[in-house]
């Protein structure tokens, strides 16, 4: 951040967008500011330069804390709180991922989905969760396992919704990698196995989320892709 001193109460911001891996300058960003504690009063950036130029400023803003949200086509969506402060005019750099890189979570910029202090780790409603309860039951028909032989064998009977934090907690640091932040997750049981998946912040292998099969002592019997 560069600082130039300005005179009177308002502020500054000038805003230079890059892309995350070469830092080069992205154009037609839309570019929007609003206070924190009043997130309807946006304000669009003014281009600073050409009308292409990946630099936008926003001037005269009264002293205080704001949110930036810059969007474009084919790049992940970026939110920042900044400070602006009196009388100073203030450059930023800001970076933006490709969306695939940005809904992959593939630089670990945050731990978006990730399940925080207080949070329930048993997801049971919603319509991720009736999705995997449904594949869930699919899974349990004859036809399924001719497909996926390795399949535990069950009945829809023996599919049911798991509501258990403790069974949560265990199957969400099961699905994921060691070190992994505690998970929020589906889980169903199938007869003595568990079907588990995150819908926050899955694994993924190519375009594919990844459905795990575990086993009663949290053993990977299958992964699925979805």
């Known amino acids: 951040m560069n600082t130039q001193r300005g005179a009177g109460t308002a502020g500054a911001l000038i805003v230079r967008i890059q892309e995350f891996e070469d830092n080069d300058p992205i154009p037609g960003v839309q570019a929007t500011i609003a206070p924190i504690d009043d997130p309807s009063r946006r304000i669009l950036g003014a281009a600073y330069g050409r009308v292409t130029t990946s630099i936008r400023r926003f001037?005269?803003?009264?002293?205080?804390?704001?949110?930036?949200?810059?969007?474009?086509?084919?790049?992940?969506?970026?939110?920042?709180?900044?400070?602006?402060?009196?009388?100073?005019?203030?450059?930023?750099?800001?970076a933006l991922e490709?969306?695939?890189?940005?809904?992959?979570?593939?630089?670990?910029?945050?731990?978006?989905?990730?399940?925080?202090?207080?949070?329930p780790a048993?997801?049971?409603?919603?319509?991720?969760?009736q999705l995997v309860l449904a594949y869930a039951r699919q899974l349990a028909e004859p036809e399924r396992r001719r497909v996926h032989p390795?399949?535990?064998i069950v009945t829809p009977r023996d599919v049911a919704l798991v509501r258990d934090q403790t069974v949560c907690d265990r199957a969400g640091r099961a699905y994921g990698q060691p070190g992994d932040p505690p998970r929020r997750v589906v889980v169903i049981r199938l007869g003595h196995n568990f079907m588990v998946y995150d819908p926050y912040e899955p694994k993924f292998a190519g375009e594919w989320d990844i459905i795990s099969i575990l086993t009663g002592r949290w053993k990977l019997i299958l992964s699925l892709a979805s």
């Open 150 to 152: 390795e399949l535990p």
């Open 98 to 119: 490709l969306w695939s890189g940005g809904y992959r979570n593939l630089h670990n910029c945050r731990p978006r989905g990730f399940r925080h202090r207080g949070e």
């Open 122 to 129: 048993c997801v049971t409603d919603g319509d991720e969760m």
């Open 59 to 94: 001037s005269v803003l009264t002293a205080g804390r704001y949110v930036l949200s810059l969007r474009r086509l084919g790049y992940y969506e970026r939110t920042d709180t900044l400070l602006v402060r009196a009388g100073m005019t203030d450059t930023v750099d800001a």
